[in-house]
């Protein structure tokens, strides 16, 4: 029977006074309360029991000193039972709740206790009435408690709570409780649970949740976005036109409200190579974009992509779109366009129709004339590079000026945009001579001396990419990565075994003078066989120093270069020499076309060189 309003009140006024005290010494006497409370759940007293967890709730709360006598007086081992049996509707519930929530905020000893009934606490989620204390209650068990957060992940609790915030069903108050518990649960999901279809369904939810932009939170739901892009098969699963739309809209409108300076920052966040002056940003949106435009750039790169998406998905034309505005507005996402309509330029049909009938390669080329950001310049390359290699497309990209474009990244720091460069050279003077005769014949233009004023707009291209391969280089980010000296070096061979190819219809003896007449001709090629770091370049230059010898010009060109570095003939003459059982050893092909190149090499020597050749020996 429950008790009269009077002694109610007395019992209150008791307990009031009580926990107003000292919790020192006080375990046993909670203890009795603990039995109080089992009588008052005999008698049906449901007023005296609320009343009672009402008043330890907010003495815990008050002063955290009595977590300790309520966790061995067992009243917290009662809320955690009780909260398991109780009716959701029932006021009772919420009390629990305050008392378990309270008695584990910092005290990793009670949490031990209470994370055993974790999946009782998250049960009251569903209620409207207590969703609000529940995620408090699940932040303070959660919080810098590793075990909790393992739990909560085995519950799928970012599902949950996912739902909820797609549903706008999350008090304003409880937001960022939601939003923390969001993010470590995430953090803390197995790799089974991160594939899982749950997983791609939260992520669709946080994804609509994010584009609705909440200011106060936007931050970290794109962070947790974020971390489910960062992982490679996840990347495939959301190469769909839906998700990937979602996610371009999302980054620009993310972008969109960057300021002027943070844009800056997350250009140069997005740069491949970083030296010792570059200051990173520690501005969570600019990391975040930045981390952002990369993984979505990742995601293009896989074969999922390429079969879900063409020139003409809705996507890829709003890419397109960022792709055709003016070079000097181009914002951080351009990059991303760059990358992902690169990555569909992946067959010379493609290629071709973006050339001749898309005609995107004219921007293209004005951002490699005219940007000064190397994260845009590298990005832009890298798709340029990709047009490169249908034949039918060379000469029309030549003409359009992507070899001056060239010429001036050539003359830049950043070491990944000078390869690119290079590299684009090599393709364009491969097996086409039109374009070799532009390379001797014509200059590298004013963009080149406006970068670098020592070089004359009048400079002829082929000058520049001999002085540009000899020139110092800053290592590169990645061994992936095009290295402009072997890429410069490669390029030249190129021109000489066209030019050196036997019936060739054109008159090629004009541009064999010219070219023997450029200082250090064979210095470039030789660099290519003195490195080991690349055998099929060391191969290349095997070959090129081969076609050079076969003139006297050459051969001399080439003594000169021995006579420098006597290391370079040691080298020659190991592939020279090499025998069967250490040809055997290498790679076969490899070997033994080195094998070969290196003989005639040194036959063309004997013959165009003997005495420059004897010279360098008798010493």
């Given amino acids: 029977m429950p008790l009269p309003n009077e002694e109610l009140g007395d019992y209150i006024a008791s307990l009031e006074r009580l926990l107003q005290g000292n919790p020192a010494g006080q375990t046993a006497v909670l203890t009795g309360y603990v039995h109080k409370l089992d009588a008052f759940a005999s008698s049906g007293d449901n007023e005296a029991i609320e009343k009672t967890l009402q008043l330890f709730g907010t ?70 009435e207590l969703r609000l204390t529940t995620l408090a209650v699940l932040f303070n068990l959660c919080n810098d408690f590793e075990p909790a957060k393992a739990a909560a992940a085995a519950l799928r609790l970012d599902a949950t709570i996912c739902t909820f915030l797609v549903l706008d069903r999350i ?19 197995s790799d089974a649970q991160f594939k899982d279809e749950v997983s791609l369904e939260t992520f669709k939810s946080l994804l609509n949740v994010a584009l609705q932009y909440d200011e106060d939170h936007h931050l970290e739901y794109v962070a947790i976005l974020v971390h489910y892009l960062q992982d490679p098969e996840f990347q495939q699963r959301i190469a769909t036109p839906k998700l990937l739309d979602d996610l371009v809209t999302l980054m620009l409108e993310f972008e969109a409200r960057l300021e002027p300076e943070d844009i800056d920052a997350v250009f140069q966040e997005l740069a491949t190579s970083k030296n010792a002056d570059t200051v990173t940003s520690d501005e969570a949106q600019v990391l975040l974009l930045a981390q952002l435009i990369g993984l979505l750039s990742a995601a293009s790169a896989t074969d999922v992509f390429a079969r879900n998406f063409n020139v003409r998905s809705p996507v890829i034309e709003r890419l397109e779109a960022k792709l055709r505005a ?42 490699l004339k005219k940007s000064d950001k190397p994260a845009l310049l590298y990005a832009a390359a890298g798709f340029m590079r990709h047009l490169t290699f249908p034949e039918a497309n060379r000469a029309l990209l030549a003409d359009a000026g992507l070899m001056e474009a060239c010429c001036r990244m050539l003359v830049l720091d950043d070491p990944s945009v000078r390869g690119e460069a290079a590299a684009m050279l090599c393709k364009l003077v491969t097996g086409n001579f ?31 990419i001999v002085e540009q391969a000899l020139a110092p280089a800053k290592p590169l980010p990645s061994t992936t990565m095009k290295n402009p000296m072997v890429e410069l070096g490669r390029t030249i061979v190129a021109m000489l075994r066209y030019l050196g190819r036997p019936n060739a219809e054109k008159d090629v003896e004009a541009v064999q003078i010219q070219i023997l007449q450029v200082p250090q001709i064979a210095r470039p090629i030789a ?10 370049a060391r191969s290349e230059g095997l070959l090129g120093l081969g076609l050079l010898a076969q003139t006297l010009e050459g051969a001399a060109a080439i003594a000169e270069e021995i006579k ?36 005639v090499l040194l036959q063309a020597l004997q013959n165009n060189a003997a005495d420059q050749m004897d010279a360098i020996l008798s010493h």
């Fill in 59 to 128: 003495a815990v709360g008050g002063r955290k000193r009595w977590q300790a006598p309520f966790r061995d007086s067992g009243i917290l081992a009662y809320a955690l039972r009780g909260l398991s049996t109780v009716r959701h509707e029932d006021p009772i519930a919420k009390q629990y709740l305050r008392v378990i929530g309270n008695s584990v905020a910092d005290n990793d000893t009670n949490r031990e206790l209470a994370v055993r009934e974790l999946q009782a606490i998250a049960g009251c989620l569903p209620s409207p």
């Fill in 171 to 189: 008090p304003e108050a409880a937001l960022d409780y939601a939003t923390d518990l969001l993010s470590w649960t995430t953090s803390n999901l």
């Fill in 564 to 599: 420098e570095d006597s290391g370079l003939l040691e080298t020659i003459k190991e592939h020279a020499n090499a025998t069967e059982a250490g040809l055997a050893q290498q790679a076969p092909s490899t070997a033994s076309r080195d094998h070969q190149n290196a003989i």
């Fill in 434 to 464: 039109y374009n070799i005769e532009k390379v001797m014949y014509e200059t590298v233009g004013p963009d080149t001396e406006a970068i670098d004023p020592e070089i004359s707009a009048d400079t002829v291209i082929f000058s520049h």
């Fill in 326 to 367: 003016p070079w000097d507005s181009a914002y951080p996402s351009t990059i991303c366009a760059c990358v992902m309509v690169g990555n569909l330029a992946m067959s010379d049909e493609v290629c071709i129709d973006m050339v001749k009938i898309m005609e995107l390669h004219v921007r293209l080329i004005l951002i």
């Fill in 527 to 536: 660099q290519l066989v003195r490195q080991r770091f690349y055998p099929e």
